[in-house]
């Protein structure tokens, strides 16, 4: 019996032994490419040498110091490194552990922005429907994966939530591309006029959803209406990046696609490749100035933020990161892998679209390709497909969101960057095999 509370309570997983760049190695010695990074974490691949050598020079030196008392040599030159990749106006980061601390930090930083500048009466959010931006309760609170949030209603933070952007689901057959994504972000507009612009705190999105819709990009110039109806209203516009920065997309931030500067950015999975747990929350000098000439102290904080080790990791990724050109190959090799998918999947019946942005692709699955219509079984799809997947020597990322009241299905591909052209034949095939597998049944 094992004494971990597992997430599934009835299916103990295998237990990791080692790991070597694509791939990890259970203690039975099964091998496991990894087409996922776990859920898109691992973006130098296993055991890289240069982070490991960082992360023991740091534990020689020093593990840990609370904050409340010192800063640290890498915690400082993380932050300085982190405001060169950002935009000019973004020179500050509040480094926490991992993805939910930092969209937690998003939502407090951005309520007591309002609180320094005088319109305390701001408490709501808008964000959107199929979104995922954390499991702690105020970042549950603004995320729209229903079946997360069912069991904890009411949630803490008081959110509304518009569509997302989702033009294979959601494209009217008289719209382009470009029209379609004018009309959701209007929703934007909508939703503010509705709940009072001056009582809103701000509009949280992910520029490239994850989990909840599998690498679902926006149309072009959804993003930058979005910014205009922010800068219109006078609020907020928080970005997660969790999942979808760090250089998965091919730019270190998925938003310099758009062409757009948030006032806060959330990220957290790539930051340290999965060598520590780290997360970021990255603000604008105005909300920086204004809590630092307002009440001069942010109401926040946890034990192990800015952790000195995890900081060490963080900075070594980004080191190499930069060193290897990867963020590049993430651009590179996820036209590669696009293309390999479209060329394995675009006559499968059951794979209704395929999409994404660098290393960050998915597949939607379909019972019907001509209705979209999804398959009507529950999460336990996911979960046969993951296991079935990890069978045949290969992890992937199965999941899916709501779809008009019924679950949807999508796998997500989210592999580590140093992915070659062998790896990418080796992915389709155990996907293709894998689909055979689980999809003929249903
Ligand atoms: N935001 C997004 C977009 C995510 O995908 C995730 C995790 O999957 C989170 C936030 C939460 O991150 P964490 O699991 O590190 O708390």
Redesign the pocket.
Known sequence: MSHVFHRHCHHLPPTIASGNGMYLIDTQGNEYLDACGG??VSCLGHNHPSVLEAIHRQLDAIPYAHTGFFTSAPSEALAEKLAELAPSSINHAYLV???????ETALKLARQYWVEVGEPQRQHFIARRQ??????LG?LSV?GNAWRRAPFAPLLMDTSLIAPCYAYRDQGPDETAYEYGQRVANELEAMLLEKGPDTVIGFVA?PV????AGALTAEAGYFSRIRAICDQYNILLIL?????GTGRTGRFFAFEHEGIVPDIV?I??GLAAGYQ?I?ATLVTDRLYEAIASGSGFFQHGHTFMAHPTACAAALATLTTLEQEGLVDAAEKQGEALKTALHHQFDSHPFVGNIRGRGLFVALELVADKTSKRPFSSDLALHQTIKYTAMHNGLMCYPMGGTIDGKQGHHILLAPPYIIESTHIAAITDKLALTLEMCLLSQ
């Open positions: 859920a898109a552990s991992g993805g939910s601390e930092a969209m979104s995922y931006h954390g499991n702690t970042a995320g992910e959803v994850g989990a909840t997660d990046e969790v999942m979808c959330a957290a999975k747990p997360g």
